[in-house]
Structures are given as C-alpha cells and as structure tokens.
C-alpha cells in the first residue's frame, strides 16, 4: 500500500540562538525538504557575521531560499515575503519536497499564515518624513505619539521597534487610519495545512548562548564586516538593514558615539531583549511541537505523523 502524502507546510519556528538552523539541516538529511529562510536579516548580502549567516560552505551543501535575496540599501516588505515564500512553496510541492520553514521572524510567519492587511503602500516623500522625525525625535517620543492615535498598537510595538513604531505613524499618516482598524480583514496567504515545531530551550541557556555567539562573531572580524557596510554611501544606520541587533550598536561605536565595552554590552542586550520579545509571540502558538532542544527523533515522528494519512 502507497502511503498517501499531504501537502502539508512546517514552520520550524524559535527565539534567536535557539539552534534552528543545526535542527533544519538535521531534518533536511531525513526528508526530501527544500530549507526556506524565514528571516529579516539574512535576507541582506554582505550581512554574513553579525546575522549567524550559515557559513558558504552549509549553504552549498544545503541551501536555505530567501537567504542573500537583496542588497542592504534595498527595501523589502512582509509582502515582498509573502510573495517569495508562496513560490518557493510551490516549487517545493512541484519538486515533490516537503517545505521547511525555518526563521524566527514573526512577523514572516504571522503574514504567511494569517495574510496581510491592506495597507497604504509608503512613498518615498513618507518614508523621509518619518525618517527625519525618526532623526529629530528618537524612537521613544514617537512611540508616545503613537499612543495618543492609536493605543493598541503602542500597546503591541515595543518602543524600541522604530521600524514599526514609525510604519503605524506613516499609514495613519497616508490613510487617516490607524494601523488597528485596517489591520481587522486578513486572509490566509496560504491554503496548505501547516505544522509547527517550536525549539524553545531554556532562558538561562539562552542568554549563555547569546552571549558567546557574539563575542565569537567579534573574534571573526563582525567590526571589519560592518566597516565595509559604513564604506556604501547608499547605507545609514536608520535603514531597517542597519536596524538589525549589534549593527546599529556597531555603527554607533565606529562613529566613535560609544566605545567598544559598550558596544558589546548593548549589542548582546538588545539580542536578548530580541529573544524575549521572540519567545513571547511563540507563547501563545497553539497545536506546535515544543522542544527545549534539538530533539530531530522526536521531530522527524512529529513530521511523519503529519504527513500520512
């Protein structure tokens, strides 16, 4: 008897340096799987470092999509995402793959599943607007703005998120909406099942793991990576690229705002604080496969068991 087999999509979902990538390789040698990155900032060329970039040599043996995809100057939207990732899902079911999702971009993961809303498109006028405000004010102040017009969304972007804090002031901005009520309609970008595997090791462990995975991205040369990135004039630090955690905190101390103690102290601060922020959206995930490590026995039975019916 020829077991039947669902077309069925797994997010293999978790905070950073929670070990994603190793368990995605492990579970590529199991299955037929195409590996499709789910990440804002391995999508950017030259960002190898500071990103945990899975090293040239990883990617040629098994290559992960929408990795080195554009340039850092360049934008790229949750839609331009969602748009990539749709194809590289089919091409996987065409290529009779099992597609493995792997990243820790939630917001990626909630466009994909649940849809996007219909949002006004930014233009360049509005994007240097709030770029300068951004500039002027600082994140905070305008996370505050933010609340006086829209309160539930303040309440759900940390102050700290000046992407998404200057996004919610740019669609009010263009639409006379705030960001909550356009955000009521969405529909599914996908129409396949989707299972989810979750590593989610303990904090402590966490944390260690932070920290030592930045001080060895600084004793493999992350300062001279982002010296490279200072020397394009299309790059400055208010770009999301440069927004990414340890960037920004690298561009501060080469522009001699801060110094190198400090740099890396605010660096693996603001990866935690990103770990905290990820692990609390993963909380409330409902029906996925919890491991505090990289379990792939228990993975592979996980997947096995989606897939047959």
Request: hydrophobic share 35%; glycine share 4%; proline share 4%.
């Amino acid at each position: 008897m020829v077991v039947k087999i669902n077309k069925t999509v797994i997010f293999l979902m978790g905070p950073t340096a929670s070990g994603k990538t190793d368990l995605a390789i492990e579970l590529s040698k199991h299955f037929n799987a195409r590996l499709i990155s789910v990440d804002s900032a391995l999508i950017y060329k030259g960002m190898d470092i500071g990103t945990a970039k899975p090293d040239a040599d990883t990617l040629k043996k098994y290559p992960h999509h929408l990795i080195d995809i554009c340039k850092p100057e360049q934008s790229y939207s949750a839609h331009d995402f969602v748009m990539d990732a749709k194809t590289q899902i089919e091409v996987a079911f065409d290529q009779h793959q099992l597609p493995i999702l792997v990243g820790g971009t939630s917001f990626y993961f909630n466009a994909l599943e649940h849809g996007l809303s219909n949002l006004p498109e930014s233009t360049s006028a509005s994007r240097q607007k709030f770029r300068h405000l951004l500039q002027e004010k600082g994140s905070d102040e305008l996370h505050k703005d933010l609340a006086k017009i829209d309160e539930k969304s303040a309440k759900r972007i940390h102050p700290n998120d000046s992407q998404r804090v200057t996004r919610a002031l740019e669609v009010f901005d263009l639409s006379g909406k705030t960001l909550s009520e356009l955000q009521g309609n969405k529909k599914s970008s996908i129409t396949y099942p989707i299972k989810k595997i979750i590593l989610m090791p303990q904090r402590n462990d966490l944390h260690q793991r932070i920290e030592s995975r930045f001080l060895s991205m600084m004793d493999n040369g992350f300062l001279a990576e982002v010296e490279r990135l200072k020397q394009n004039p299309n790059l400055n630090e208010d770009l999301p690229s440069m927004r990414c955690v340890g960037y920004r905190q690298a561009w501060q101390y080469l522009n001699g705002e801060i110094d190198k103690p400090n740099m890396v102290e605010k660096s693996i601060i603001a990866t935690r604080q990103l770990c905290k922020h990820q692990s609390t959206w993963l909380k409330n995930e409902k029906d996925a496969l919890i491991l505090s490590s990289t379990n792939v026995l228990e993975a592979i039975k996980f997947i096995q068991g989606s897939l047959k019916t």
